[in-house]
């Protein structure tokens, strides 16, 4: 789910992912697999994810949806 969201918040910024590499400095390589979910995100990517969106851990992460609803239970 993340990789969707990601992909989906720098799509919605107009961001490559070069730019966002820069942004979490690490390589553009480590963005598209971070997208395509073959590599984990760490606790700093996820911090540095949400202040560079401005989304909450819990979206970026698919813990809740474009409303703030949690979609687990």
Same mark, same amino acid.
């Given at each position: 789910? $993340?990789? &969707? ?7 919605? &910024? ?5 730019? #966002? ?10 963005? @598209? ?14 911090? @540095?994810?949400?202040?560079?969106? &401005? #989304? @909450?851990?819990? $979206? ?9 609803? &949690?979609?687990?239970?």
């Amino acid at each position: 789910m $993340y990789g &969707k969201r990601i992909k989906e918040l720098r799509e919605e &910024k107009g961001l490559s992912q070069a730019a #966002v590499a820069c942004a979490l400095q690490c390589s553009q390589r480590t963005v @598209s697999r971070y997208e395509l979910e073959q590599i984990d995100l760490s606790t700093e990517a996820i911090i @540095s994810l949400c202040h560079l969106f &401005k #989304v @909450s851990a819990d $979206y970026l992460l698919g813990l809740e949806d474009e409303t703030g609803a &949690k979609t687990y239970r």
